[in-house]
């Protein structure tokens, strides 16, 4: 086995789903563990990799284990699988909060750690994924690391004091723009749209939106102001969403899901 997955839920399966697009490694070389059988029945048809109901068996057949269960878990978890680890292992954190040097500590030997803090667009291959690893980790095996990550969206390595912010700004933001597409939507089907086409329109804008910013290196407000015709449409919504103090209720969100990062 190459790559183990103590916990087969939402990440892992999106994680799991580009590196078999990708072809990074093959549906043998991939084993995962769930809690009860209807899990692993689950895991099996969706993914097709091996499964299994012990998560030490994921720890002696794979040198590379992703901790893919939620973060209050994390330390069962480890004391668990405790005595099957060595310092061959590569041990994968992908919860908020767990931080490299607890991740050690609990695994109880010095071994390679990293933290990846993705997103669930991974499901469709457009995530984005921080990466941060403890001085274990060569350069050489970041890379193998990164080609992990690359295969279900972006990558960037951060410093492991930025890693509250990208679970914000990354990891948790999906949530938020899921929030902003229904809203939309709702706002156009309060026009009389149908809901179907409204959800299209709302979803097409925001990825075509996204595209401009990455694809054009323009700044955000520039963009925006292109869209605002004087005493046109636009500039009234933008008018009224800053009135609701839109930026802020954004800003606040996102500090507050970081600093919840923080303690968990
Ligand atoms: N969902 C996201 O958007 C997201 C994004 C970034 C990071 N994460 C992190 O990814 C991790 C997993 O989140 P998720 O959304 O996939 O959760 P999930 O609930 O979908 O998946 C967790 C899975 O772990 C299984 N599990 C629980 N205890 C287990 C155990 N002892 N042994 C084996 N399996 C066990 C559960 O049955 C479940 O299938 C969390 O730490 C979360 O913080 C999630």
Redesign the pocket.
């Known amino acids: 086995m190459k790559i183990g997955f103590?916990?087969?839920?939402?990440?892992?399966s999106a994680m799991i789903g580009g590196i078999l697009r990708q072809g990074i490694f093959s549906k043998d070389e991939i084993i995962v563990?769930?809690?009860t059988d209807e899990?692993r029945a689950r895991s099996e048809k969706t993914l097709g990799v091996v499964t299994t109901l012990n998560?030490n068996e994921i720890v002696r057949s794979a040198k590379t284990v992703v901790l893919?269960?939620?973060?209050q878990?994390y330390e069962?978890?480890l004391t668990e699988v405790h005595d099957s680890l060595t310092t061959e292992h590569t041990i994968i954190g992908?919860?908020?909060g767990k931080t490299l040097a607890w991740l050690e500590e609990k695994a109880g030997l010095p071994l390679k750690v990293v933290r990846f803090?993705?997103?669930?667009p991974a499901q469709v291959g457009a995530g984005m994924t921080a990466v941060c690893t403890n001085d274990r980790v060569s350069e050489d095996e970041l890379a193998e690391i990164l080609k992990i990550t690359d295969s279900f969206g972006c990558t960037e390595v951060v410093p492991e004091r930025l890693m509250d912010a990208a679970g914000a700004v990354g990891?948790c933001s999906?949530a938020y723009v899921f929030m902003f597409i229904e809203a939309m939507a709702d706002a156009a089907v309060s026009q009389g749209m149908p809901r179907k086409q409204a959800y299209k329109f709302a979803s097409q804008t925001v990825l075509g939106s996204a595209k401009m910013v990455l694809e054009t290196g323009r700044h955000p407000g520039d963009l925006k102001d292109m869209v605002c015709s004087p005493a046109g449409t636009t500039i009234e919504g933008v008018r009224t969403l800053e009135k609701s103090g839109f930026r802020s209720a954004v800003f606040e969100a996102l500090t507050a899901a970081a600093e919840k990062g923080k303690k968990l």
């Open positions: 103590i916990g087969c839920g939402n990440m892992a563990s769930n809690l899990g998560n893919a269960v939620k973060p878990f069962k978890v992908i919860a908020p803090m993705p997103n669930t990891g999906p």
